[in-house]
């Protein structure tokens, strides 16, 4: 599996800083993934730490991986994904 693939994956918002409009999100995988503020998918531009989200990632500058999409998910739609 490649850590760029465009697929849907599932993990949880460790960090976000609104000032700053960055975050952090963990994959059930245990990868972490970069994002900003503008990746969240209802429009907001706000999340806890803690949400359940659904999202996608791409490469970014670097060689890194970042969120593309990132969208709040209920906790079981997320088990069963």
């Given at each position: 599996?490649?850590?760029?693939?465009?697929?849907?994956?599932?993990?949880?918002?460790?960090?976000?800083?609104?000032?700053?409009?960055?975050?952090?999100?963990?994959?059930?995988?245990?990868?972490?993934?970069?994002f900003h503020a503008?990746?969240?998918?209802?429009?907001?531009?706000?999340?806890?730490?803690?949400?359940v989200v659904s999202?996608?990632?791409?490469?970014?500058?670097?060689g890194r991986f970042?969120?593309?999409?990132?969208?709040?998910?209920?906790?079981?739609?997320?088990?069963?994904?």
């Amino acid at each position: 599996m490649a850590n760029g693939s465009r697929r849907p994956r599932f993990g949880v918002v460790t960090q976000f800083d609104p000032g700053r409009g960055s975050g952090v999100v963990v994959s059930r995988e245990g990868t972490e993934f970069a994002f900003h503020a503008t990746a969240i998918g209802d429009g907001s531009r706000k999340i806890l730490p803690g949400t359940v989200v659904s999202f996608t990632v791409a490469a970014a500058v670097g060689g890194r991986f970042e969120v593309l999409v990132l969208i709040p998910v209920e906790a079981d739609k997320a088990a069963s994904g």
